[in-house]
């Protein structure tokens, strides 16, 4: 028996306090305790395989983006290195011509015309 808000009255308050009665009420009981607790397993079993689910599919994306990070850092690093490779066969040849032109400067140029004075900052000099 219930009252007018849904709730079971107080053991004591109980019309009714038949022995014969409470198993048949301890057994109905038990089984809406039952079908509450299937109902939670069932839900806790859809959220699980659904957080499951969410967490394989991250870490998929997880590690293609990972993937794609390492193909650009290696296509990085190889244009480092074409990029140093040709800069240091460049600085070579700078350096070379450098010389040379150094050698040159100290024997006179080829026109017999002194080379051009210039400051301290190495800007040529106002004549």
Known sequence: MTTK?????????????DPT??????A????????TLVDLAEDLGKLLGTAQHR???????????????????DTANAYLRDL????????????????RGAAAEDKGSATGEPPPKTTARGRRAKP
């Not at 808000?5 to 306090?17: H, I, K, L, M």
């Not at 109905?28 to 079908?35: L, Y």
């Open 55 to 73: 967490m394989s599919t991250w870490l998929g994306e997880r590690q293609q983006i990972a993937t794609q990070l390492v193909q650009i850092r």
């Open 28 to 35: 109905g009981s038990n089984a809406r305790v039952e079908e």
């Open 21 to 26: 009665e409470r198993p048949a009420e301890t």
């Open 84 to 99: 140093t490779a040709g800069g240091a066969t460049l600085a070579d040849a700078v350096g070379t011509r450098a010389a």
């Open 5 to 17: 808000t849904g709730r079971r009255p107080a053991r004591a308050a109980r019309e009714n306090d």
